[in-house]
T-cell receptor, first 114, second 115 residues
Framework: AQSVTQLGSHVSVSEGALVLLRCNYS??????LFWYVQYPNQGLQLLLK??????LVKGINGFEAEFKKSETSFHLTKPSAHMSDAAEYFC????????????FGAGTILRVKS | KAGVTQTPRYLIKTRGQQVTLSCSPI?????VSWYQQTPGQGLQFLFE???????NKGNFPGRFSGRQFSNSRSEMNVSTLELGDSALYLC??????????????FGEGSRLTVL
């Protein structure tokens, strides 16, 4: 069965500092992995996705994530945080045999301090 | 290109009532999925429709139902509302050719409050 664990429900960084949001997954087969971002009172926006091509995936707004099969991880990073990055971030997994159903982690709220 | 449109954005109901939420997918997208988001349970899959057929269903009681029309628009219905049904209901659609990849485009959601 698929599952996603996001370490840290809240992460606080200073503006200009490195952003690291952690995600570990459980899947019986090579999965598709995603990071979505949600701003207050809005829906989810896709940041980036891993679909078995390059293990280092670049997304929008300067974010990237690296798929590490040996660690079953898909951590999200950004070299320099911006105030506009403050939002909630969700890691998600899907497996082809389950169609387009996404299983989400609990989410990490990112706070950026000036 | 217009995004996924959900109506209404906000609504308040009382226990025992029923509610219908509407979703218009991105033009050309034929698959629509619904998710429930609550502080306690997070984001949970409700169901997916493709070409007017339910393709996948989450672990929700029968009070939750949905349908899709020939123009790909979808509705979901919750009958006999309970306090615990208070949530943000998100609709998502996907492009053709992405079957199995899970890549979805989400609407802004319908926030339901049950009193």
């Amino acid at each position: 069965a698929q599952s996603v664990t996001q370490l840290g429900s809240h992460v606080s960084v200073s503006e200009g500092a490195l952003v690291l949001l952690r995600c570990n997954y459980s899947s019986s087969v090579p999965p598709y992995l995603f990071w979505y971002v949600q701003y207050p009172n809005q829906g989810l926006q896709l940041l980036l996705k891993y679909t078995s091509a390059a293990t280092l995936v670049k997304g929008i707004n300067g974010f990237e994530a690296e798929f590490k099969k040996s660690e079953t991880s898909f951590h999200l990073t950004k070299p320099s945080a911006h105030m506009s990055d403050a939002a909630e971030y969700f890691c998600a997994v899907s497996e082809p045999q389950y169609g387009n159903k996404l299983v989400f982690g609990a989410g990490t709220i990112l706070r950026v301090k000036s | 290109k217009a995004g996924v449109t959900q109506t209404p954005r906000y609504l308040i109901k009382t226990r025992g009532q029923q509610v219908t939420l509407s979703c218009s997918p991105i033009s050309g997208h034929r698959s629509v999925s619904w998710y429930q988001q609550t502080p306690g349970q997070g984001l949970q899959f409700l169901f997916e429709y493709f070409s007017e057929t339910q393709r996948n269903k989450g672990n929700f009681p029968g009070r939750f139902s949905g349908r899709q029309f020939s123009n790909s628009r979808s509705e979901m219905n919750v009958s006999t509302l309970e306090l615990g049904d208070s949530a943000l209901y998100l609709c998502a659609s996907r492009p053709a050719g992405t079957a199995g990849t899970g890549e979805l485009f989400f609407g802004e959601g319908s926030r339901l409050t049950v009193l």
